[in-house]
């Protein structure tokens, strides 16, 4: 564990908000909120806090967000998180679902972790935007749209995780509120969580577009087919099948369902790892009954995530400051830190290809090590 938390702290950066200068040529959006959602799981599941003189996993994902909170930009497409950080990287006029999605999850679990309402207040008015801006539509979560076009042409291809990171999110909407409800049985209260209950459902009911032929078996529809995925795309199943048994476990009126799509899922994708030296490499589509010959970190970390999703009945569920967290925060932690681009260079396919095997290895580890124990032998 001490070599997980050493290598998580490497990456905070000297303004401890996740903008490490040795990512800085290819840090988006998304990447801060991804290393900012990995300090948030940790802090609700008391994984071993660093060292008093180092930020604390609370801090660190409030420092995500109050870096990110004022990027949100209303003079284009009325809102919403640009893809880039920086002016120079490809992708800065994108605004797209996983950039502000990873916000949203973010938001809802530092309003529910800590109490504060103002974070759950952003994370409305992200899904309002969402909504409102067309990036989901019927709960269907879309890609992203170009704001010099003012997001009036949005691109529908649908990935799982974009599905995942506000499915989870909204369940974890839905849990603050019930948690509230409990003391409180103001009308508005129970209307709060009527309503992230119907959206919860919603999104889960739009998943079946990742689970085709009514086969139940998980598929990034988008580029499996064609062969086409990369190596982004690749590990998108891993985290879709994390947030779906999050959300089991903080949603349980969604378990029943989730499970079953886990489990047929878990099922295929164990008889494509028969594959490598030992035999134990998975392949990256489940539908085939065989292994594909698509085989590295990303089909790995699907295979591992699916199969784990499996245990959420035996694993605790996640804490907040009031029910057994230990994390310490910092409202202010990442206030005032400066986004300038003038000392960074455009971004390139090959520096965005290693931003993300750094960022599905180090979550590999993290939260995969002893899953993978069991897998493996």
Aim: glycine fraction near 10%; hydrophobic fraction near 40%.
């Amino acid at each position: 564990m001490l070599t997980i938390r050493k290598g998580i702290q490497h990456q905070v950066g000297l303004d401890a908000n996740f903008m490490p200068a040795n990512q800085s040529k290819s840090l988006g959006n998304d990447d801060q909120g991804f290393w900012g959602m990995t300090a948030m799981t940790a802090a609700e599941y008391n994984f071993p806090n660093p060292d008093s003189s180092q930020p604390q996993w609370l801090a660190l994902a409030q420092a995500v967000f109050n870096t990110q909170a004022p990027r949100w930009d209303p003079a284009t497409c009325g809102g919403g998180l640009r893809w880039q950080i920086f002016t120079l990287n490809r992708g800065y006029d994108y605004k797209n679902s996983i950039s502000n999605g990873a916000f949203f999850n973010l938001a809802a679990r530092l309003g529910r972790y800590t109490g504060n309402q103002t974070y759950l207040d952003w994370a409305e008015k992200t899904w309002d935007w969402i909504s409102t801006v067309g990036l989901m539509d019927q709960y269907h979560v879309y890609d992203g749209s170009d704001d010099t076009l003012n997001c009036t042409e949005v691109d529908h291809i649908q990935w799982t995780y974009n599905s995942g990171v506000y499915l989870y999110g909204a369940a974890m909407m839905w849990n603050a509120s019930a948690a509230k409800s409990a003391s409180d049985t103001s009308d508005a209260a129970t209307a709060t969580t009527t309503k992230w209950q119907t959206r919860v459902n919603g999104l889960l009911n739009t998943t079946s577009v990742f689970f085709p032929d009514n086969k139940k078996i998980m598929s990034e529809v988008a580029c499996e087919a064609n062969g086409k995925c990369d190596v982004d795309q690749k590990s998108f199943k891993a985290h879709f099948s994390r947030w779906l048994a999050a959300t089991a476990k903080v949603a349980p009126f969604t378990k029943a369902t989730i499970l079953e799509l886990l489990s047929s899922s878990a099922a295929a994708a164990a008889k494509t790892c028969t594959a490598g030296t030992d035999l134990n490499q998975c392949g990256l589509q489940w539908t085939t009954g065989t292994n594909d010959g698509s085989m590295g970190v990303g089909e790995q970390m699907s295979a591992l995530e699916v199969f784990q999703g499996l245990l959420v009945d035996s694993a605790s569920g996640p804490v907040t400051n009031s029910t057994g967290g230990t994390s310490v925060g910092n409202n202010a932690a990442g206030s005032g830190t400066d986004d300038s681009a003038t000392k960074y260079d455009t971004i390139d396919t090959g520096d965005k290809a290693g931003a993300a095997i750094l960022t599905v290895v180090v979550l590999l580890a993290l939260f995969g090590g002893a899953g993978w124990v069991v897998v493996s032998d």
